[in-house]
């Protein structure tokens, strides 16, 4: 890793996807910031698959892009996320969690989140 931001950006995504089951660990496609340099120890780490979308092409990351204009709504383009505290973005992942998505039928990020996770107690093999 070539500095301590993508050390830090390894070492807590890696972190947070480990809390997770493998099963839900599915491959993440990013652009191409700095940040993901350590992709492959992250892939490493947690067994999920890292793909960069190609440039100008934010098609390729619908995700990512319509979650970016969501947080926009509580921090501008380009914001130094240091100065916000950890509850504070707690706060703003719970709201975005919390929101209906029509992508997800008008559920809630977090209701689809409960019901997979209730299924995979369930039936181990039941997620794909």
């Not at 950006?9 to 493998?22: F, G, I, K, Q």
């Not at 700095?34 to 492959?40: I, N, P, Q, S």
């Not at 995979?120 to 794909?128: A, E």
């Amino acid at each position: 890793m070539d500095n301590a931001g993508t050390k830090s950006v390894v070492d807590n995504s890696s972190a947070v996807l480990n809390r997770e089951p493998e099963v839900l660990r599915k491959p993440m496609t990013y652009d191409q910031g700095r940040e993901l340099h350590g992709h492959k120890i992250l892939t490493e780490r947690t067994g999920v698959q890292i793909y960069f979308a190609d440039p100008d092409s934010p098609w390729q990351r619908g995700s990512k892009e319509n979650t970016n204009g969501l947080l926009r709504q509580y921090m501008p383009k380009g914001s130094d996320l240091s100065i916000y505290s950890q509850e504070e973005l707690d706060a703003i992942a719970l709201s975005l969690n919390t929101r209906p998505r029509e992508t997800l039928g008008w559920k809630t990020p977090l209701a689809v989140y409960t019901e997979h996770m209730i299924r995979l107690q369930l039936q181990p093999n039941s997620i794909h």
